[in-house]
């Protein structure tokens, strides 16, 4: 196993067959490259279809679930590795202290927040692992626009655009992960 991949996305149903089609290539990748995924253990969406990528293509994935939402049924059943958390906070702390590299895939507020979380804590020296944003049909675009915005405006410094990698597909994000995508230098926040 070449390690843990925490793969953050949307447990969201209504969303383009694109999405999904990548969500599940991804996850297929990961497996087939030696990585575990790590996710959010939910069973629709981008969730699930990353995971049943992995899981179809005989590879491992270990889900992080707080207990409330196994509670409610939203824990996905094909998975045998669950980590059972006691809340959201717990849930997000544990997939981080996991992770090797966070990979991105697009999502709505909760992947929103996990991923700027992960970058904080990156420019902050807590996270010292690559994060990859998998911008699939330029998802990301007017967030990535919105991170240039504040490196022009000065509210982070130019190096901080090394707190991430950008990556257009599925394998282009794996590229990535087997060429070693390092962590790069910036300077401190302060």
Known sequence: MRGNVCVFCASSARIDEGYLSDA????????????????GGG???LMGAVTDGALDAGGEVTGV???????????????EDVIVTADMHQRKQMMSDMADAV??????????????ETLTWRQLGLVKVPVIIL?????????????RHAIGEGFMKASHAGLWQEA????QAIA????GAGVAEFESKY
Not at 103 to 116: F, K, Q, R, S, Y
Not at 136 to 143: C, I, K, N, S, V
Not at 168 to 171: H, L, Y
Not at 176 to 179: A, N, S, V
């Open 65 to 79: 679930i707080p207990k409330f939402m196994v509670d409610n049924g939203w824990c996905y059943d094909r998975l």
């Open 135 to 147: 911008n699939t049909r330029d998802y990301y675009a007017p967030l990535l626009e919105m991170l």
């Open 176 to 179: 990535l992960l087997k060429g």
């Open 168 to 171: 257009s597909t599925p394998a």
């Open 103 to 116: 990979i991105a895939l697009p999502g709505g507020v909760g992947t929103l927040e996990e991923l700027l």
């Open 24 to 39: 599940r290539e991804l996850g297929r990748l990961l497996a087939e490259g030696g990585w575990r995924c790590v996710n």
């Open 43 to 45: 069973a629709v969406g």
